[in-house]
């Protein structure tokens, strides 16, 4: 069976930057389940699995623009150190929760000086071409309940209601 829309996937992977260090893997762990053609993956790898097979084995390379985007500038910002207050110690590669007007985002601290606190709302994999070796273990057409729920159900997903 094929991959493509309305099917459930699962897919062992690898995932690696340029400098050949693993970033992700589901090695050890359940294949990554989802429903294709849901956006539930990023799109350069959703794009790459499209037509292939359960068995197929595949080594992709993938845009930060069809990835988690480009690095942008406007979401670094700098907040007073003050803002922090409540927070014992404050270090860059700290993660929090910001309040904003479109809601709750995380944000990484990324440098701290006495005065300020310069934060980054950018995905961490932003900017970053990303490869991906994968295979694909299993193909199968997606139920109604689970294309109504929008996740996968069952012993191959990670939600079961
Ligand atoms: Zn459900």
């Known amino acids: 069976m094929q991959v493509k829309e309305n099917h459930v996937v699962q897919i062992d992977y690898t995932l690696t ?6 970033l992700d893997s589901s090695n050890g762990k359940q294949p990554l389940a989802y429903i294709h053609g849901h956006g539930q993956i990023i799109p350069g790898l959703e794009q790459a699995l499209e ?7 595949l080594d992709v390379t993938i845009p930060a ?3 988690y985007g480009e690095h942008r500038p406007d979401l670094v910002q700098q907040v ?13 590669g700290m993660r929090f929760q910001a309040e ?7 944000v990484t601290v990324t440098a701290v000086t006495d005065e300020a606190v310069t934060v980054d709302a950018n995905h ?7 490869n991906f070796a994968v295979k ?4 199968r ?12 159900h069952g012993a191959d997903g990670h939600q079961q209601h």
Not at 51 to 57: H, N, V
Not at 82 to 90: R, Y
Not at 136 to 139: L, R, S
């Open 141 to 152: 057409a997606a139920t109604e309940t689970e294309l109504d729920h929008g996740h996968v």
């Open 51 to 57: 037509g292939k097979a359960a068995g197929d084995k």
């Open 124 to 130: 961490e994999l932003a900017g970053q071409e990303l």
């Open 136 to 139: 694909i273990e299993a193909v």
């Open 100 to 106: 904003t007007d479109q809601g709750p985002i995380p």
């Open 65 to 67: 623009e069809q990835a």
């Open 80 to 92: 007073p150190a003050s803002a922090f207050a409540g927070v014992e110690k404050v270090e860059p």
């Open 17 to 22: 930057n340029n400098e050949g260090q693993v």
